[in-house]
């Protein structure tokens, strides 16, 4: 069945330090895999997509994902951790007919 | 233009009361989808439109819950004789239908049963 992992509740990192928000996905024909943002009372907002190519792809806020194929994984990754990034994480992927979501990452950054 | 706009943004209604949410997706946007997210939990697919094509109603959780699309418009999701477990925020999506295209979300309906 077509799935996707993420499997952190949460993720506590300290501002300025790099964050990494884990995602793994099933081997189900090559999904197209993306990362998404929902910041509180709001919708969820795409920050960037793996289709194919370069494994590692950037997106909105500075954010990247390292997409690994040996490991069937699309980590979310960033630099430099702000207080604003503070966030529910979702990795999704599109396998040809329907989105599925991973169940999200809360990500917490402390000042 | 507009993102997705969806209305109510808050609905609260008695157990039993039939409710109605309705979703503007983008313009041109011919895939519109429905997910419901428990709070402080992940998002539940429950159905998918595809232009004109037959809808995939697969996560509907039961036959309370139905939803329409009138060719790549507005959707309104219905839910009849609502229970207490139908609490949630109830989120539209809409993408111009090609799979490498991100889905675009609206702020969802927050829909407390009492």
């Known amino acids: 069945a077509q799935s996707v992992a993420q499997p952190e509740d949460q993720v506590n990192v300290a501002e300025g330090n790099p964050l990494t928000v884990k995602c793994t996905y099933s081997?189900?024909?090559?999904?197209?895999l993306f990362w998404y943002v929902q910041y509180p009372n709001r919708g969820l907002q795409f920050l960037l997509k793996?289709?194919?190519?370069?494994?590692l792809v950037k997106g909105s806020y500075g954010f990247e994902a390292e997409f690994n194929k040996s490991q069937t994984s699309f980590h979310l990754k960033k630099p430099s951790a702000l207080v604003s990034d503070s966030a529910l994480y979702f990795c999704?992927?599109?396998?040809?007919?329907?989105?599925?979501f991973g169940p999200g990452t809360r990500l917490s950054v402390l000042p | 233009g507009a993102g997705v706009s969806q209305s109510p943004s808050n609905k609260v209604t008695e157990k039993g009361k039939d409710v109605e949410l309705r979703c503007d997706p983008i313009s041109g946007h011919t895939a519109l989808y429905w997910y419901r997210q428990r709070l402080g939990q992940g998002l539940e697919f429950l159905i998918y439109?595809?232009?004109?094509?037959?809808?995939?109603k697969s996560g509907l959780p039961s036959d309370r819950f139905s939803a329409e699309r009138t060719g790549e418009s507005v959707s309104t999701l219905t839910i009849q004789r609502t229970q207490q477990e139908d609490s949630a925020v109830y989120l539209c999506?809409?993408?111009?239908?090609?799979?490498?295209?991100?889905?675009?979300f609206g702020n969802g309906t927050r829909l407390t049963v009492t």
């Open positions: 999506a809409s993408s111009p239908g090609q799979g490498f295209s991100p889905l675009h």
């Open positions: 439109f595809q232009g004109n094509s037959a809808p995939d």
């Open positions: 793996y289709i194919t190519g370069d494994n």
């Open positions: 999704a992927g599109y396998y040809g007919q329907n989105f599925v």
């Open positions: 081997v189900s024909g090559n999904p197209y």
